[in-house]
């Protein structure tokens, strides 16, 4: 019944940009926090931004002035910037969304594949 969609992904060379998105059904939306995580081959699932039910936004240090995650929530809908992508950005991007409320509310995408060329 929870679904979390994301889309936006491809391929793209370095220095270039793309915008993901994600759509969430099922959920009271504005009541979720949502975030934006990634995962390369061989690593664990890192966190790229988080943002609050009312709009505040939270990145990884190191992705701090390229990425900008927003949300609308009359839409249902997350979406995440990348400007200035390098080939270390090459990962599955997933949806989360996690409710502050209620234990046990952890959602996850199906992800989207991003692929930066040198």
């Known amino acids: 019944q929870v679904r979390l969609v994301e889309s936006g992904g491809g391929l793209v060379q370095a220095g270039g940009s793309l915008r993901l998105s994600c759509v969430a059904s099922?959920?009271?939306?504005?009541?979720?926090?949502i975030g934006w995580y990634r995962q390369a081959p061989g690593k664990e699932r890192e966190l790229v931004a988080t943002i609050t039910r009312v709009g505040t936004p939270n990145y990884a240090d190191s992705l701090k002035g390229r990425f900008t995650i927003s949300r609308d929530n009359t839409k249902n809908t997350v979406d995440l910037q990348m400007n200035s992508l390098k080939p270390e950005d090459t990962a599955v991007y997933y949806c989360n969304a996690v409710s502050p409320f209620t234990t046990g509310s952890d959602y996850w995408g199906q992800g989207t594949q991003v692929t930066v060329s040198s």
């Open positions: 099922g959920i009271t939306f504005r009541m979720y926090t």
